[in-house]
């Protein structure tokens, strides 16, 4: 079964340091998507993207995150200013347009 | 968006049939109710998806009453890796949209 993947499995960062976070989507979905879910937390919404711009995005995704599709396979989510509480799993998913989400593994943050 | 209410969690034996219920007052006609699937530092995986009545695939089916206002997960047979937390949530089921993850229930799972 296809996969999304996800680089790297744990990142760490010092605070005010800039970070990408990578996705592979499966390959033939439209439509992807960044989410986080702080440690013992809920899975919170940060953005979704289709046709090469942001469809939506949710009051945590400010001027510090910024996403892009570089080429025809990556998805990136960028941080630029770490701050302590950007610590947490960041997910991404992909979905055809039938719209069921596949979720990669997750990428842990961790920012010192 | 539609709220969802589910148990905090539940236990069961193994061998069982588990059922989860989820109630969803506020559905929209255009929703579409999922359910996720989520291990401990994994990302949440899809589990089935439905619209009304009853649907089944190789792992679990979905009962979902004529008034839409809740639906019930059900398990057959759940042996120890099942033991994961399970989301319901509901909204428009195609296209681009955000799924909005309430806290899930906790199933353990006790050989």
């Known amino acids: 079964e296809p996969e999304v993947t996800q680089t790297p499995s744990h990142q760490v960062t010092q605070m005010g340091q800039e970070v990408i976070l990578r996705c592979v989507p499966i390959s033939n979905h439209l439509y992807f998507y960044w989410y986080r879910q702080i440690l013992g937390q809920k899975v919170e919404f940060l953005v979704s993207f289709y046709n090469n711009e942001i469809s939506e995005k949710s009051e945590i995704f400010d001027d510090q995150f910024s996403v892009e599709r570089p080429d025809g396979s990556n998805f990136t989510l960028k941080i630029r200013s770490t701050k302590l509480e950007d610590s947490a799993m960041y997910f991404c998913a992909s979905s055809d347009i039938q719209g069921k989400q596949y979720f990669g593994p997750g990428t842990r943050l961790t920012v010192t | 968006l539609a709220k969802t209410t589910q148990p905090i969690s539940m236990d069961s034996y193994e061998g069982q049939e588990v059922n989860i219920t989820c109630s969803h007052n506020n559905i929209a006609t255009n929703d579409y109710i999922t359910w996720y699937q989520q291990f401990p530092s994994q990302g949440p995986r899809f589990i089935i998806q439905?619209?009304?009545?009853?649907v089944t695939n190789e792992v679990a089916s979905l009962f979902i009453p004529a008034d839409r206002k809740s639906s019930t997960l059900s398990l057959p047979r759940v042996s120890l890796s099942d033991t994961a937390v399970y989301y319901c949530?509901?909204?428009w089921g195609a296209g681009s949209y955000q799924l909005t993850f309430g806290k899930g229930t906790k199933l353990s799972v006790i050989p």
């Open positions: 439905g619209y009304k009545t009853k």
């Open positions: 949530l509901v909204g």
